[in-house]
């Protein structure tokens, strides 16, 4: 038990912050993470791992997201949907998609492409849920 007038304990639950503001202005819920992948602006010369969407034009999303690795290892849960393409500029990642109720995960190399869900021939509508840097 915390001493009278001493601050409370804090307890990390991993929660990323702003979610919710996240979630109204861009439409990708954040869940949890260890904080060494940050959502991030796009920016076409900075290393980023880039996830392509099907265009959401009346919302005013171009369908591009873009985040920032800061360690060679690290998760991020979330749900993103209609998911067709992953790149990979500055580390080799792992990612976790759904569709008809199967998870399957996509290996995508430094400085690779790979194209999932609705970019394959009769893909499925695939939901991101878990983004994983992994070298």
């Known amino acids: 038990m915390a ?3 001493a601050p409370p304990f804090a307890v990390e639950d991993f ?4 979610a919710a503001d996240v979630l109204a202005t861009k439409g990708i819920e954040l869940k949890r993470g260890d904080g060494h992948i940050l959502l991030a602006e796009c920016d076409q010369a900075a290393d980023q791992i880039r996830v392509l969407t099907v265009e959401d034009s009346a919302a005013g999303r171009d369908g591009t997201y873009c985040f920032r690795a800061t ?3 690290g998760y991020l849960t979330l749900s993103l949907p209609r998911v067709f393409a992953l790149e990979a500029t500055s580390h080799p990642i792992s990612a976790d998609l759904t569709a008809n109720g199967a998870t399957t995960t996509v290996n995508v190399d430094k400085g690779g492409f790979e194209p999932v869900g609705e970019g ?3 893909g499925a509508r695939s939901v991101l849920v878990e983004l994983r840097v992994t070298g």
């Open 3 to 5: 001493e009278e007038g």
């Open 15 to 18: 929660a990323y912050p702003r």
């Open 71 to 73: 360690a060679k290892t």
């Open 120 to 122: 394959n021939v009769d």
